[in-house]
Every structure is written in structure tokens, then in C-alpha cells.
């Protein structure tokens, strides 16, 4: 059977693509709300692999900050203007 | 046209980095694998946490992030509280003026959103309040510290104002003057904790340093590193309070400013005009 | 030319952060509207964040046994204890310095979301390009 170090790094790298994916879908989205929730999960993403690098300190700092308050003040920006990107080059 | 240009693009990137995975695996560069050991200075920091048969260099905390945090490296995280007090200050000279008003209303019930989410949230921020001090007290003892706890606590006052209405936040006095009270009084007591153990030096007639924690090899004198038989680590609990107390406040200034609805900031700031024409 | 796994699964995580880095730092220059850059400058400093934490990891003492986070769970330790905790546990020096990034990069955050909202009360448009034409 596969060690255990095995499985933890194949989670590792399995968290690694997935964070890639979602940070490519919400650089290329026009619709601004869409892109705050690619970020978000980028952001889960990152927090579990914060867990798996044996960092507990920093998992309790980055779940309210960047999964609770970085979306919440960004998609209030949003309400204030506008929602939908604009013609980019 | 759009929706397959994407996609294969992804899954180009996708490719290149598993080629450069590959590529490393089979030999391309010395070594990757982490190192079997940790670095010298790593090792002092771990061995000196917690040992009593060094009580010239230990700080009595069985949490190594925390003792760095704020005894081995005290003035990084002064000047770090330094900006973040800065960023606060430079948003509300910004928004100087825009407010909201307390409306006299006699159908509160009424604002806000439907009466389920009501009861929810009324259960959930007493559980978040609970959680978060929780958080940050324990911090000298398991992960956490003050800043952990003060970013979890102001999630409750944004569930306060997104749920029921800013008009009942701003009624309940959860208003910007009270919020800026206790952000001062939280970044006080952080300046009085650094500079406890020398004004106590200074009353006995023995020197002493500023963000000092234990007795020292030329400063014998510190604050208790336990209450009645449980560990409280000298300076760190009372630094860990303080600092929940400042970024709590801190945050929810930031929500205050925020919610302010634009017809009533576009009032304010035509109607400032028109007086000094 | 023999694969080892381990190494194999470990760098494809380094890669995915560095290329991470790549795309916010190119959304930052690309883009026109202003809350995009603000989305992309988060995720350029969390992952730059992620970087130093790796940094700071341990290699396995065994392949059945875990590195251990560094904090004691005996709160009266013996000297061997001591010893036998800095075989096992992760370096902390870096995640103290990341805990002090990550607040300082939220203010910058919060003040750049003040000042775009101030923005577009004074010219009407999030768009660069337009500003730059408008001129005062």
C-alpha cells in the first residue's frame, strides 16, 4: 500500500491545482461577483494546505480574514458602482 | 468562442507545471525534498519555549509562535499594530463628515431582513462572540493569540449591520465615537504592557528593559510566569486581551464607514457646497 | 530514469504556487478596472505568503510519522521531552513573520477599497483608461 508521507503530499499537490483553477477562472471572468467567489474558494484552498504544512496559527488568521472579511468589504465596493468588468483590450 | 478558449488555456498551464514537476522529479535540480533538520536558529527558539533549566533565556509558553510573536520579536509586532492603526485613521479622515443619523422609527421590526434570518443570526453572534474570546485568551497555550480572536469577533458586528438594518446598529450604540473608545483603550493597554516591567524596575531601584517579559541575566526582575498554579506567561495574556480589543473596534469602524447608503452621502456632500456658496 | 514520487508530488505544489504568482502579477498589469487589480494584489501577497511557510517545512523523521506543529502539549516537559520536541516539530521563525504580512497587507487592502470608492464618487467610472482621459 502507499506510505502515508505518500498521501499527504498527493493531497498537497491535488490542492495545488485546484487553488491554480480557480485563480485562472477568476482572473479571466467579467462579472465581478463571480470573481470575489473564485477567490474565496482559492482562499479554502490555501487554508487547508496552511493545515497540512503544519501551521495551525495561520489557519486561525486567514479563515476570518481572507474567506469572511476580504469578500465582505470588496463585494460591499461593488454594491457602491459597478458590476460588470468593461471592455478590456 | 470564448467558453473553449478559456478552457484550453487552462488545461495548457496545467500541463507546463506538471512538466516542470517532472522535469525537477528526475533529477533537474540538487534537491527539492525538505531538509531532515531544522535550522540553528530555529533550534534555540524551540529548545528555550518552555524550560525551566534555562530561566535566564526561557519565556514559560509551550506556544512557540506566540513567544516570537511577542517576547523574542515584541517591536516587529509593535510597529505592525503601527500601520494597521495608521490604514483605519487615513480611512476615516477620508470619509470625515458622512454618517448616518438615527431615524426616529416606530416600525423597527420592520427594516432589516425576514424574521428567520433574524433568529439565526441572534443565536449565532453570541456563539462567534464566545468562540472568538475563547480564541484569543488561550493564547499563550494553544494556537491563537489576539489577532486570531479579533478578526473572528468582527465577523458579529457585520452579521449586526447586514442583518437588521445600520439604523439599529447606530440605535444599539454600536456607533463610530463608542467603537473609537475602546480601539484606545485596546492600544493603551498595549503600550502600557511594554512599558509594565520597567516602571516596575524603576519603583524597586532595579534596571530593567523595555518589552521585557522574565527576569533577565542584568534585569532580575518580571512579571509571574503562573497565577495560582496555572500558566499565564508573564506579559503575554495581557498583551493577547488588549490587541483583541483594538482589532475588534478597528474592523467595525471600517463596517461602519462602508454601510452608509449612497443617497445620504451624496446629501451630505452636495449640501456642504451649497453652504459655503 | 527512475521518478521519486514524493518529490515529484511535492514540487508540483511549488510550481502551482509560483505560477499563481505569475497570473495575479499579470492581471495586475492587464487589466483595466480597479476592483480586478485589487482581487489580483490579495492573491499575489497569499501566495507569496504560502511560499515562506513552505520555507519553514521539515522533511518526515519516519515515512509512517508526522512533523508535529511547534507547539509543547506538557505543560511541565522533562529535558528529553524538550529534546525529542525540536527533532519532530516545523520551524516557527516563518509563520511569526507571516502572521505579521498578512495584517499588514489587509490594511494596505482596506485603504486601496476606500480610496476606489472615493474614486468613483469624484469621476463616475472604474475604468483606467477613461480616467486618464478625463483629467481632472
Not at chain 1, 508521507?5 to 480557480?22: H, P, R
Not at chain 2, 487615513?90 to 425576514?114: C, D, F, N, P, W
Not at chain 2, 498595549?190 to 541575566?217: D, E, R, S, W
Request: no cysteine; charged share 10%.
Amino acid at each position: 500500500m502507499i506510505s502515508q508521507e505518500t498521501l499527504i503530499y498527493a493531497v498537497m499537490g491535488l490542492l495545488g491545482i485546484i487553488s491554480l483553477v480557480a485563480v485562472y477562472m477568476a482572473i479571466t471572468e467579467k462579472d465581478l461577483v463571480k470573481a470575489v467567489l473564485y477567490s474565496a474558494i482559492q482562499s479554502t484552498a490555501y487554508a487547508f494546505l496552511f493545515y497540512l504544512l503544519m501551521a495551525p496559527d495561520i489557519v486561525l488568521v486567514y479563515v476570518p480574514v481572507a474567506v469572511g472579511l476580504y469578500p465582505a468589504v470588496i463585494l460591499f465596493l461593488i454594491k457602491k458602482s459597478e458590476r460588470f468588468e468593461g471592455e478590456s483590450t | 468562442m470564448k467558453g473553449w478558449m478559456r478552457a484550453v488555456s487552462l488545461l495548457s498551464i496545467i500541463a507546463v507545471t506538471v512538466a516542470l514537476a517532472l522535469g525537477t522529479a528526475s533529477g533537474g535540480l540538487g534537491y527539492v525534498l525538505p531538509f531532515p533538520g531544522v535550522r540553528d536558529l530555529a533550534y534555540w527558539f524551540l529548545f528555550t519555549a518552555l524550560n525551566p533549566s534555562t530561566p535566564l533565556f526561557t519565556v514559560m509558553s509551550p506556544e512557540a509562535v506566540t513567544s516570537i510573536v511577542w517576547d523574542y520579536r515584541g517591536l516587529d509586532t509593535l510597529f505592525e499594530t503601527t500601520v494597521f492603526f495608521l490604514a483605519i485613521i487615513g480611512s476615516m479622515a477620508l470619509m470625515r463628515g458622512i454618517e448616518v443619523v438615527k431615524k426616529v422609527e416606530e416600525r423597527t421590526y420592520q427594516i432589516g431582513m425576514s424574521p428567520i434570518v433574524k433568529t439565526v443570526t441572534r443565536i449565532s453572534v453570541a456563539a462567534i462572540l464566545a468562540v472568538a474570546a475563547s480564541i484569543a485568551l488561550h493564547g499563550h497555550l494553544t494556537p491563537g493569540g489576539g489577532f486570531q480572536g479579533g478578526a473572528a469577533a468582527a465577523v458579529a458586528p457585520l452579521l449586526l449591520i447586514v442583518v437588521f438594518s445600520v439604523y439599529f446598529a447606530v440605535g444599539s450604540h454600536i456607533n463610530k465615537k463608542n467603537m473609537l473608545t475602546i480601539r484606545t483603550i485596546g492600544l493603551l493597554g498595549v503600550g502600557l504592557t511594554a512599558f509594565a516591567v520597567l516602571i516596575i524596575g524603576v519603583i524597586h531601584g532595579v534596571g530593567a528593559y523595555v518589552f521585557q517579559n522574565q527576569p533577565k541575566a542584568t534585569a532580575p526582575i518580571g512579571l509571574p510566569a503562573d497565577l495560582f498554579g496555572s500558566l499565564t506567561s508573564g506579559t503575554l495574556i495581557l498583551f493577547n486581551f488588549f490587541e483583541f480589543l483594538a482589532v475588534a473596534a478597528g474592523f467595525t469602524i471600517v463596517f461602519l464607514l462602508l454601510s452608509v447608503p449612497e443617497r445620504r452621502v451624496m446629501e451630505i456632500l452636495e449640501g456642504g457646497e451649497k453652504d459655503e456658496h | 530514469m527512475s521518478i521519486d514520487v514524493n518529490v515529484f508530488l511535492f514540487s508540483l505544489m511549488i510550481y502551482t504556487i509560483i505560477m499563481n504568482i505569475g497570473i495575479s502579477l499579470y492581471a495586475i498589469f492587464q487589466r483595466p478596472n480597479i476592483i480586478k487589480k485589487i482581487i489580483a494584489l490579495t492573491i499575489l501577497g497569499d501566495s507569496a505568503n504560502v511560499l515562506a511557510i513552505i520555507v519553514g517545512y521539515r522533511a518526515w523523521p519516519s515515512p509512517n510519522r508526522a512533523p508535529i506543529p511547534p507547539v509543547l502539549t506538557n505543560l511541565h516537559p522533562t529535558g528529553e521531552d524538550i529534546q525529542m520536541f525540536t527533532q519532530v516539530a516545523v520551524d516557527p521563525l516563518p509563520q511569526a513573520l507571516v502572521l505579521t504580512a498578512v495584517v499588514i497587507g489587509l490594511a494596505v487592502t482596506v485603504f486601496l477599497v476606500f480610496l476606489a470608492l472615493q474614486l468613483y464618487r469624484l469621476y463616475g467610472t472604474l475604468d483606467v483608461r477613461k480616467i486618464t482621459k478625463l483629467r481632472g
